[in-house]
C-alpha cells in the first residue's frame, strides 16, 4: 500500500497518547466524504465478486471430494488425510480416570476427565501460562516443562480431600496429549512434528518423534502415567461429540485456522493397505483440509483482495481455503477493500489513515461486531473507526462497511458449508441425515455464522440440506483426548492391532 497521503497529523500529548488531528482547509465545512450513491456502486461490485452462487458450491464440493480421495489414496499430498489410528467409534460406555495435556498456543492446559458411562463425564482442569520464551527453548526443556506441570497437577490432586486421584502400587493412569501442530503418525502413541505452528519454534523438534521427546521427559521427573495416544484436537472433538451424542458423523474447527475430522472404513484408505489392518475396520481421519486447492488455485473463487493476501502471507500459495474462511483471515480482506478504496480517494479524503495500512491491525472481532451492531446510526462502527483508526465515517459509509463485513462472512460460512458437504456426499450421510460437532471462535461467536453453514448446506443438497445440522462441540482437547486414550487402552488390552 502506497504511503499515508491525507492532508492530517497528529500530536504527542504530556501523557504520552497520541492525539489524531485532521486538518479542515475549507473553514468549518465538513470533511469530503463519498456519497450515498458511490458507496452502494461499490458494494454492488463486490456483491458480485463475493457472492457464491449454489451452483459455484456445488461445483466446489465435486472438486473438494476428489481432493479427499486423493489424499486417502496417495501419501504427500496437499490435503494430507492424515490416519490418526483411532479406531472406531467410543461406546459411550468407557468408564475410569483419565489424563489428558494439551498444549496450546498460550496455555499448557492439564484435565483430570472422570467418564461416567452413558456419555457422561466430569473434568477437573488447570492451565499452566506459557512464556513467549518457553515456545522457543530446546524442545526437550518444552516437554520437561509439560512433565513438570502434570506432575505438580497429580501431587495436587492426590492431596484432594474432597476427591484424591488413588493410585495402586505400580500403576500409571492412561494420558492422552493433545498435540494440534501437524505431524505424521505411523501410530498413535508416536508422531513426527512437520513444522511448528502458532508462534512456537522450539528447536530440535521439526522432524523428531514428539511423542518419545514427552515419555522421556515423564521418565525423568518419574510422572506415574502412560502415554497412550497422541491426538489432534480436530480428532478429539468428533470423538468427544460423539461419546455425548451418537448421531455425530463429522467434527469441524472454525477458529483462527479451520479443520475436520471424519470416520473412514479402512477399505477406502489405500495409503495403509501395506499395514494389514481388516478393511471393514473403521478409523478417524484428520483431514487438516485448510489446504485444500492450494498452489494451483482451480477451485475457489479467489478475489483480487484474497491473492493480495495470500502473496504476503508466510506460506504464498499455501493453506489456500483457510485463507477465505478463518478467523485469521477475515478482517485482513476487509481492510484490504478499504484500502483500496481509500487509494482510489473514494474513502477518508482529507483524513490521516495511516492506522489502518498496518496489515492484520483490523480483527476478525470487529467485524462481528458490524455485523451485529443494532443502532440506526450503527454507533459501534462509529466507535471502532475513531476510537481505534482515528477516522470519522458517515451512515452511508458506515452502512457500507456493515454490508461488506457480511458479504465475506456470509462467503466464509458458505465455503465452510462446502467442505461440509464433501464428507456428508462421499461418506452418503444425506439420507439418514447427520450431527456435526463444530468448534472455535468463528462458529461459536461470529454472529449469524451457523445459519449460513446450514443455508449454504440446503443450497448444495436442496432441502435434505437441512438433515445435516451443527451443534456445538464438546471439549476435544480435554475430554476427547481422554476418551481417545480409554479407547487405545481396551483396544491394546484386546491385542487388537497392538503394532499401532
Not at 495436587?156 to 505400580?170: Q, R, V, Y
Not at 480483527?363 to 477516522?391: N, W, Y
Given at each position: ?9 497528529s ?12 486538518t ?18 461499490h ?12 451452483q ?30 483411532v ?9 475410569g ?55 505438580a ?7 484432594d ?18 498435540f ?7 501410530r498413535?502413541d ?6 511448528w ?13 514428539v ?9 525423568k521427573?518419574?510422572v ?8 489432534n ?8 461429540s ?5 448421531k ?32 471393514n ?52 480482506i ?23 495500512e498496518?496489515?492484520?491491525?483490523l ?9 451485529s ?15 481505534f ?10 452502512q ?14 458458505r ?26 471462535s ?33 471439549d ?19 491385542g ?5
Amino acid at each position: 500500500m502506497p504511503a499515508s497521503r491525507r492532508g492530517s497529523g497528529s500530536v504527542t500529548l504530556p501523557s504520552g497518547q497520541t492525539m489524531a488531528m485532521h486538518t479542515r482547509t475549507q473553514g468549518d465545512e465538513d470533511l469530503p466524504h463519498a456519497t450515498k450513491k458511490t458507496m452502494a456502486d461499490h458494494l454492488r461490485k463486490l456483491e458480485s465478486i463475493f457472492t457464491l452462487t449454489p451452483q459455484r458450491m456445488r461445483m466446489i464440493v465435486d472438486a473438494f471430494k476428489d481432493t479427499l480421495d486423493l489424499g486417502l489414496q496417495k501419501p504427500d499430498q496437499v490435503v494430507p488425510m492424515i490416519p490418526t489410528w483411532v479406531f472406531g467409534w467410543p461406546t459411550g460406555k468407557e468408564v475410569g480416570e483419565f489424563l489428558a495435556v494439551d498444549l496450546g498456543g498460550t496455555n499448557l492446559r492439564v484435565c483430570l476427565v472422570t467418564l461416567q458411562g452413558d456419555g457422561k463425564f466430569e473434568v477437573t482442569q488447570t492451565k499452566y501460562r506459557l512464556a513467549e520464551e518457553q515456545k522457543s527453548v530446546d524442545g526437550q526443556k518444552l516437554f520437561d516443562f509439560c512433565a513438570e506441570c502434570l506432575k505438580a497437577f497429580i501431587d495436587t490432586h492426590s492431596k484432594d480431600p474432597d476427591h484424591p486421584l488413588e493410585l495402586k502400587e505400580g500403576q500409571k493412569f492412561p494420558l492422552g496429549f493433545t498435540f494440534s501442530y501437524p505431524c505424521t503418525q505411523e501410530r498413535i502413541d508416536h508422531g513426527e512434528l512437520i513444522r511448528w505452528t502458532k508462534g512456537f519454534s522450539a528447536p530440535n523438534t521439526e522432524g523428531q518423534d514428539v511423542a518419545e521427546m514427552f515419555k522421556k521427559a515423564l521418565e525423568k521427573f518419574n510422572v506415574p502415567v502412560i502415554m497412550t495416544a497422541l491426538i489432534n484436537d480436530t480428532t478429539g472433538t468428533l470423538m468427544a461429540s460423539r461419546y455425548v451424542n451418537p448421531k455425530t458423523q463429522i467434527a469441524v474447527i472454525f477458529g483462527t485456522g479451520c479443520n475436520a475430522a471424519y470416520m473412514e472404513n479402512v477399505s477406502s484408505i489405500g495409503k495403509i493397505k501395506s499395514v494389514g489392518i481388516d478393511g471393514n475396520a473403521e478409523m478417524a481421519i484428520n483431514c487438516e483440509w485448510g489446504a485444500f486447492d492450494s498452489f494451483q488455485h482451480e477451485h475457489l473463487p479467489r478475489t483480487k483482495y484474497d491473492i493480495t493476501l495470500d502473496q504476503s502471507s508466510h506460506k504464498v500459495g499455501g493453506q489456500a481455503f483457510e485463507k477465505l474462511i478463518a478467523g485469521r483471515y477475515l478482517g485482513e480482506i476487509l481492510r484490504l477493500v478499504i484500502c483500496e478504496l481509500i487509494d482510489e480517494g473514494v474513502l477518508f479524503l482529507g483524513q490521516n489513515t495511516y492506522k489502518l495500512e498496518v496489515p492484520y491491525v483490523l480483527d476478525t472481532a470487529f467485524l462481528s461486531l458490524m455485523e451485529s451492531d443494532p443502532t440506526d446510526e450503527l454507533l459501534m462502527i462509529i466507535g471502532i473507526f475513531t476510537h481505534f483508526f482515528a477516522v470519522e465515517t458517515t451512515l452511508a459509509e458506515r452502512q457500507f462497511f456493515k454490508a461488506l463485513a457480511k458479504l465475506i462472512g456470509r462467503r466464509a460460512a458458505r465455503l465452510s458449508a462446502c467442505g461440509i458437504a464433501a464428507i456428508v456426499s462421499k461418506m452418503g450421510y444425506l439420507e439418514e441425515g447427520c450431527l456435526v460437532g463444530a468448534d472455535g471462535s468463528l462458529y461459536n461467536k461470529y454472529p449469524g455464522f451457523a445459519d449460513r453453514v446450514h443455508e449454504g448446506l440446503q443450497d448444495v443438497f436442496g432441502d435434505k440440506g437441512k438433515n445435516i445440522v451443527t451443534t456445538h462441540a464438546e471439549d476435544g482437547s480435554g475430554v476427547g483426548a481422554a476418551i481417545i486414550a480409554a479407547m487405545t487402552k481396551i483396544r491394546r488390552d484386546k491385542g487388537l492391532y497392538p503394532n499401532v
